[in-house]
């Protein structure tokens, strides 16, 4: 079952007082379509999620395939912002996050005991959109660039990107916190140059006329969008986490094969049209692993972005960071049963 609780702007410990209201929610809600004896067999697991985008629909459909029962899972999803969601882990009030790449910045800054067991996409879903004028990244030099903030992952990576294409990333453009979601109607209204984009966004300044310099995806070798947990669970309750992990990467398989059946799971999930969730599909389906793994290069790859973000003289470990073992031994599961969704 999902439900729509956002908690965002509520300091963490005020979020964990009101949890048995949000769980009461979960459990009162008429959406609940499972028996209260089958409730009864399984065991109750809750996952925040930082929003409804694509990469997030594989956990309602893997709730809504049977696939978390299967697993004797009753899957809570509830959208928590992703640093409320770390606390909330740490607490056990919630067993999973879809903000993995908060998880890695908490292992770098405070050595909390976390890892990422999940990579949905192996393309990171950014982009870069300019106004019309701007044909060229060298026509970035003193532009002003629109951001979710200087210590955002994506700001990194588009520093990278420019030093690759003859600007100094770091010293060229201006890059400005517009504030979340600001990014786009800043760009639109002539404030500024550019903008850091995800893919509704990006959808939107291209039908307003806006040019597309980078598809961050084609840039860097960065994962985006990956489930973490707590290093307590995978020890304490492993056969849970790989059932849920398996359960996951079944979801993987089917969104891949079943295009109509993924569009109707995200027009009940986020809401959009079905115009926007085949365009979505059809644009991104090819980013998700088909396996929830990401090479090591990969993982050292974002670590390394990590490592800029928080200012560190090393990277964190990969092996500190990450346990794709649950994966691994789900994926060559379902290739020896022969599985299709």
């Known amino acids: 079952?999902?439900?729509?609780?956002?908690?965002?702007?509520?300091?963490?410990?005020?979020?964990?007082?009101?949890?048995?209201?949000?769980?009461?929610?979960?459990?009162?809600?008429?959406?609940?379509?499972?028996?209260?004896?089958?409730?009864?067999?399984?065991?109750?697991?809750?996952?925040?999620?930082?929003?409804?985008?694509?990469?997030?629909?594989?956990?309602?459909v893997a709730q809504q395939r049977g696939y978390m029962k299967e697993e004797g899972i009753d899957l809570r999803v509830v959208y928590i912002a992703p640093t409320t969601s770390i606390q909330?882990?740490?607490?056990?009030?919630?067993?999973?996050?879809?903000?993995?790449?908060?998880?890695?910045?908490?292992?770098?800054?405070?050595?909390?005991?976390?890892k990422?067991?999940?990579?949905?996409?192996?393309?990171?879903?950014?982009?870069?959109?300019?106004?019309?004028?701007?044909?060229?990244?060298?026509?970035?030099?003193?532009?002003?660039?629109?951001?979710t903030g200087a210590g955002a992952i994506a700001t990194f990576m588009l520093k990278q990107i420019l030093n690759k294409h003859g600007l100094d990333g770091n010293k060229d453009p201006i890059y400005l916190d517009t504030g979340s979601g600001n990014q786009l109607p800043a760009l639109l209204a002539g404030a500024m140059d550019a903008a850091v984009l995800s893919v509704e966004q990006r959808y939107i300044g291209l039908d307003k006329g806006m040019r597309e310099m980078f598809?961050?995806?084609?840039?860097?070798?960065?994962?985006?969008?990956t489930l973490a947990t707590t290093d307590k669970l995978i020890k304490e309750q492993p056969k849970m986490v790989g059932g849920f992990v398996r359960a996951t990467i079944k979801a993987l398989r089917y969104i891949r094969q079943d295009k109509e059946g993924t569009i109707a799971a995200l027009l009940k999930f986020s809401g959009v049209s079905r115009e926007q969730?085949?365009?979505?599909?059809?644009?991104?389906?090819?980013?998700?692993?088909?396996?929830?793994?990401?090479?090591?290069?990969?993982?050292?790859?974002?670590?390394?972005?990590?490592?800029?973000?928080v200012n560190a003289s090393e990277a964190v470990p990969t092996a500190k960071a990450y346990d794709f073992?649950?994966?691994?031994?789900?994926?060559?599961?379902?290739?020896?049963?022969?599985?299709?969704?």
Do not use: H
């Open 88 to 114: 909330g882990m740490l607490g056990g009030d919630v067993q999973f996050t879809g903000a993995g790449t908060s998880a890695l910045v908490s292992i770098a800054r405070a050595n909390t005991p976390l």
């Open 277 to 309: 969730a085949t365009r979505v599909y059809d644009d991104l389906i090819g980013t998700f692993t088909r396996n929830g793994l990401v090479d090591e290069e990969t993982q050292r790859n974002d670590l390394n972005i990590i490592r800029q973000v």
């Open 1 to 60: 079952m999902v439900e729509k609780i956002m908690v965002n702007n509520i300091g963490a410990r005020k979020v964990w007082r009101l949890w048995p209201l949000i769980a009461a929610l979960v459990i009162c809600s008429p959406l609940v379509k499972t028996s209260l004896s089958d409730a009864q067999a399984l065991q109750t697991v809750n996952m925040a999620i930082p929003s409804k985008s694509f990469q997030m629909v594989i956990y309602p």
């Open 215 to 225: 598809f961050f995806g084609n840039e860097v070798k960065n994962s985006w969008g």
């Open 325 to 341: 073992s649950f994966a691994l031994e789900a994926d060559q599961q379902l290739n020896r049963a022969g599985w299709k969704p």
């Open 116 to 147: 990422v067991v999940v990579a949905t996409n192996d393309l990171v879903l950014q982009w870069l959109l300019t106004r019309p004028t701007i044909t060229s990244p060298k026509d970035l030099k003193g532009k002003k660039i629109a951001t």
